[in-house]
Nanobody, 127 residues
């Protein structure tokens, strides 16, 4: 199983980035997916999650209205569109997959609910 995150980079405050996470080695369409982030000196925190069906999406309060999670099952990819970026969004962003097929995660913000993790992609927002 591999999760390959990409799309990070340096952007000015107010700008946008789109992160991608390509999955291989699993039936992607059966997996709930999530995005987490970790800033230096801080714990990993939940950013957004999407159910395996795509019908349920959840966001951290800090990103609601600015970030959008989506998935393209034909491309085995989950996306995180990030708009109106702020310096406090600076972090390494990780994608994660629930290893239980067709499972609805009750605690989407709990990293222990996810079985597979990507390597992370760095997002730096300058002020």
């Amino acid at each position: 199983v591999q999760l390959q995150a990409s799309g990070g980079g340096l952007v000015q405050a107010g700008g946008s980035l789109r992160l991608s996470c390509a999955s291989s080695g699993r039936t992607f369409s059966s997996d709930a997916m999530g995005w987490f982030r970790q800033a230096p000196g801080r714990e990993r925190e939940f950013v957004a999650g999407i159910s395996w069906s795509g019908g349920s999406k959840n966001y951290a309060d800090s990103v609601k209205g600015r970030f959008t999670i989506s998935r393209d099952n034909a491309k085995n990819t989950v996306y995180l569109q990030m708009n109106s970026l702020k310096p406090e969004d600076t972090a390494v962003y990780y994608c994660a997959a629930d290893g239980r097929p067709n499972h609805y995660i009750m605690k989407v913000a709990d990293p222990h609910e996810y079985d597979y993790w990507g390597q992370g992609t760095l997002v730096t927002v300058s002020s």
